[in-house]
């Protein structure tokens, strides 16, 4: 629960990347929850990006995230993710020491190019339907990959109970506390248990409109998927449901792009009837995870980012909706778009 990125100085950096890799160009930051992070152009014009992980992530889950991208690349190469770049001795990762002696996990990958989905114009149904195949390609694509560090703790899983937590709700501001109040008993009682038990797999938990790309605001095809962080061991169904949170805040009609998003991931991931039934309440918990992991940020010096307060007035006003429309009633139109009666 801990969002601390290093602080290494660019200098810093650039000299550990210039023995290890023999790289050197012009470097310039970018954000990270948990990383520190930088986009290297060398001199020949080549784009990469150098990750830094924080202080307590664990080197196991560093190789996990790292030897997700080997296994894409083996099995699945025509879908676009960023590559891993080796060390000069031919290491996938590597390490860096603060002033304290703490060593912090160092990788290179390769940078996409294109613009994220969150600028430029929103997609429309046909598109929609695109985007929600891809994120279906990818569960397939990573149904064979397994690591014994797949279930560790991240705290943006939807189904680790984060959502529930007594000590979190006990903290909570007023206002979550007072419209999530009666979904916690049944989401705690009822929702966890069934959907911990549906079908699970590593699955890449972190779809949104700012890790999706394309190629330009006009354009509205798939070119390339981001940032492994949130990789998990998990429900298959919370990929979708991290993505029609994301994604449907971003206009006024929620239940059709909803709608058209699960009819693209059902396209190329047929899911069960019992699996579409838990998806709106597996948004439910993300919408609260997201809650109170921003108010933890907010509180926090170090993240004093206006993005994140967007996120939390975004993902309030959702939940707001969703509570007063007809559940059963939007459950049941979700698994007839299935062809489930």
């Given at each position: 629960?801990?969002?601390?990125?290093p602080?290494?100085?660019?200098n810093e950096?650039?000299?550990?990347?210039?023995?290890?890799?023999?790289?050197?160009?012009l470097?310039?930051?970018?954000?990270?929850?948990?990383?520190?992070?930088?986009?290297?152009?060398?001199d020949g014009?080549?784009?990469?990006?150098?990750?830094?992980?924080?202080?307590?992530?664990d080197?196991?889950?560093?190789d996990?995230?790292?030897?997700?991208?080997?296994?894409?690349?083996k099995?699945?190469?025509?879908?676009?993710?960023?590559?891993?770049?080796?060390?000069?001795?031919?290491?996938c990762?590597?390490s860096?020491s603060d002033s304290?002696?703490?060593?912090h996990?160092?990788?290179?990958?390769t940078?996409l190019?294109?613009?994220p989905?969150?600028?430029g114009?929103?997609?429309?149904?046909a598109?929609?339907?695109?985007?929600?195949?891809?994120q279906g390609?990818?569960v397939?694509?990573?149904?064979?990959?397994?690591?014994?560090a797949?279930?560790?703790?991240?705290?943006w899983?939807?189904?680790n109970g984060?959502?529930v937590?007594?000590?979190?709700?006990?903290v909570?501001?007023e206002?979550?506390?007072?419209?999530?109040?009666?979904?916690?008993?049944?989401?705690?009682?009822?929702?966890l248990p069934?959907l911990?038990?549906?079908?699970?797999?590593v699955i890449h938990?972190?779809?949104?409109p700012?890790n999706l790309?394309?190629?330009?605001i006009e354009s509205?095809?798939?070119t390339?998927?981001?940032?492994?962080?949130d990789?998990?061991?998990?429900p298959i169904?919370?990929?979708?449901?991290v993505?029609?949170?994301?994604?449907?805040?971003?206009?006024i009609?929620?239940?059709?792009?909803?709608?058209n998003?699960?009819?693209?991931?059902?396209?190329?991931?047929?899911?069960?009837?019992?699996q579409?039934?838990l998806?709106?309440d597996?948004?439910i918990?993300r919408?609260?995870?997201?809650?109170l992991?921003?108010?933890?940020?907010?509180?926090?010096?170090?993240?004093?980012d206006p993005?994140?307060?967007?996120d939390?007035v975004?993902?309030?006003?959702?939940?707001?909706r969703?509570?007063?429309?007809?559940?059963?009633?939007?459950?049941?139109?979700?698994?007839?778009?299935c062809?489930?009666n």
């Amino acid at each position: 629960m801990r969002f601390n990125p290093p602080r290494f100085s660019e200098n810093e950096i650039a000299a550990k990347v210039k023995a290890i890799y023999g790289l050197s160009g012009l470097w310039s930051t970018l954000v990270g929850e948990r990383d520190q992070n930088f986009r290297l152009i060398t001199d020949g014009g080549q784009k990469y990006v150098v990750k830094i992980a924080g202080p307590d992530e664990d080197l196991d889950v560093s190789d996990f995230q790292v030897q997700a991208l080997i296994h894409l690349e083996k099995v699945s190469p025509n879908i676009p993710v960023p590559r891993i770049i080796r060390t000069n001795a031919g290491n996938c990762l590597s390490s860096i020491s603060d002033s304290k002696g703490v060593s912090h996990a160092l990788r290179i990958v390769t940078y996409l190019e294109g613009i994220p989905y969150g600028e430029g114009n929103f997609p429309d149904n046909a598109h929609l339907q695109k985007i929600g195949a891809f994120q279906g390609e990818m569960v397939n694509a990573m149904a064979g990959f397994s690591h014994h560090a797949s279930s560790h703790f991240m705290p943006w899983n939807l189904s680790n109970g984060v959502a529930v937590s007594k000590d979190l709700w006990a903290v909570a501001a007023e206002d979550v506390k007072s419209l999530a109040a009666p979904l916690l008993p049944r989401l705690r009682d009822h929702v966890l248990p069934i959907l911990n038990a549906s079908p699970s797999q590593v699955i890449h938990n972190d779809a949104h409109p700012y890790n999706l790309l394309r190629q330009d605001i006009e354009s509205q095809d798939v070119t390339g998927l981001i940032d492994f962080g949130d990789m998990v061991y998990a429900p298959i169904i919370n990929d979708l449901a991290v993505m029609a949170t994301t994604f449907q805040r971003k206009n006024i009609n929620d239940i059709e792009i909803v709608t058209n998003l699960l009819i693209g991931f059902h396209r190329a991931h047929p899911l069960t009837d019992e699996q579409v039934s838990l998806l709106l309440d597996a948004m439910i918990l993300r919408l609260l995870i997201t809650i109170l992991l921003t108010d933890i940020k907010i509180n926090m010096e170090a993240m004093q980012d206006p993005d994140i307060l967007t996120d939390r007035v975004e993902a309030f006003d959702m939940l707001q909706r969703i509570c007063r429309i007809d559940h059963d009633g939007m459950v049941n139109n979700l698994r007839a778009a299935c062809g489930y009666n």
